[in-house]
């Protein structure tokens, strides 16, 4: 109805009979007119308030689920729901404490959220980073906090658990760590190759000017000759020290794998000659060159194929193949050691981490593998332990191979 300001109220109007008459006529009504405007527009509020919570809670992109003061499940979000996997609707978590659904790994972390689901109860926000477990077995770290929900009076009568997603900032600042780490192994490499190289550089020479004054029947002239390979082999060591440490700012290059690996195998060979094995090349199956950056080629070829050398017994053979499957660049090395054990495989591409003993003769510090996976994994590749019937140990390296231009070095 109109009232009399122009504005429209909204008005219940009932009756009913209340006497008849001996024919049955209706003899009395009784009605009641009532004003229900305010009665609506709190309804409709209420209505209102109920459709912009369930807007907000299904479509936020953070974990929520929403508690009864006993911290069993009332709703959940569908980013909830997603990580339980789609065999799981809201009707299989209703009622289920908390603590007790499928998300959460372990007993241990279960009991911390039942101990914050019991402080959110008494009034407190509860904030901690836990583990969770989605439907295929990851485990995502969290920040989880449980909040009591009050009414007009301010008592408790709900608890919402709210939880974000940290495990990509986690896996960022490790892997920040490990380039900070990394890079200044690089620097300090590359420092001190070109500490070397000054005074090698003295010695070079001032042993050409030697060398022409040696007459050939002089009874020492044949270390004239070994000098020479001398001076040029420690030359080689340092100028592959620093390039296989340095970053290269343009990843479009192709490399020549062919002679990339030929030249590592020679150089390693030298410089491995007293552990008397042998490193055999197998290429037939690569083209000459491949579209990836030279620099993760030649990290990849000299770390894996030194670290083979370092692990094989006297007299072993080390194993290089080469070849593109499936567009993809495929670097395999085997060598014939113990293998890797395995305590260490989730850890061996981590820095500073050395499957070789602190004092053998060939133990280095770690970090040729955390450097091969580092810039593997930043052109879409990846590195494995490959256990061979034969024995030994054999990492397979697979790299995309990408139009040239396409992909830039880190």
């Not at 070829?301 to 692990?311: D, H, M, P, R, T």
Request: charged share 25%; with cysteine.
């Amino acid at each position: 109805l109109r009232d009399p300001s122009g504005g429209w109220r909204w008005r219940v109007d009932r009756g009913r009979v209340i006497e008849r008459d001996a024919d049955g006529v209706p003899a009395q009504m009784l009605g009641v007119s009532g004003d229900v405007s305010e009665r609506r527009r709190i309804d409709e509020e209420r209505e209102s308030t109920e459709r912009r919570f369930r807007a907000i809670f299904d479509s936020a992109y953070h974990f929520q689920a929403l508690l009864d003061l006993t911290g069993r499940v009332l709703e959940a979000n569908p980013t909830a729901l997603r990580l339980l996997g789609p065999a799981i609707g809201i009707e299989n978590l209703q009622g289920v404490e908390f603590w007790q659904a499928a998300w959460w790994p372990t007993a241990a972390v279960r009991d911390r959220i039942e101990t914050a689901a019991r402080c959110a109860r008494e009034g407190d926000t509860v904030t901690q980073e836990v583990e969770l477990q989605n439907a295929e077995g990851d485990r995502l770290s969290f920040d989880l906090s449980l909040k009591p929900i009050r009414d007009v009076g301010g008592e408790v009568v709900q608890l919402l658990a709210e939880g974000r997603d940290l495990t990509a900032a986690r896996r960022a600042e490790a892997q920040l760590r490990e380039v900070e780490a990394l890079s200044s192994i690089g620097r300090i490499a590359a420092r001190v190759a070109h500490e070397i190289n000054n005074p090698l550089a003295g010695i070079q020479n001032c042993f050409l000017l030697l060398r022409d004054v040696i007459p050939p029947e002089h009874p020492h002239y044949a270390y004239v000759a070994a000098m020479d390979r001398e001076i040029g082999r420690i030359a080689n060591v340092t100028r592959q020290l620093y390039e296989t440490y340095r970053s290269e700012g343009n990843g479009a290059r192709g490399a020549g794998v062919r002679t990339l690996i030929g030249d590592a195998v020679a150089l390693l060979e030298q410089v491995n000659r007293q552990s008397k094995v042998r490193i055999h090349a197998e290429l037939e199956a690569v083209p000459s060159e491949v579209s990836i950056p030279e620099s993760v080629l030649r990290q990849s070829v000299y770390n894996l194929v030194q670290n083979a050398v370092e692990a094989s017994p006297p007299g072993g053979t080390v194993t290089v193949k080469a070849s593109v499957v499936d567009s993809m660049f495929v670097l395999t090395v085997r060598d014939e050691g113990p293998g890797v054990p395995g305590e260490l495989r989730t850890r061996i591409f981590q820095p500073f981490v050395s499957s070789k003993e602190r004092n053998a003769a060939a133990s280095g510090v770690g970090i040729g593998l955390s450097m091969v996976q580092r810039s593997v994994t930043a052109l879409g590749g990846t590195i494995d332990i490959v256990d061979p019937p034969q024995g030994g140990a054999e990492f397979v390296v697979r790299i995309p191979l990408s139009p040239p231009g396409s992909r830039v070095a880190t």
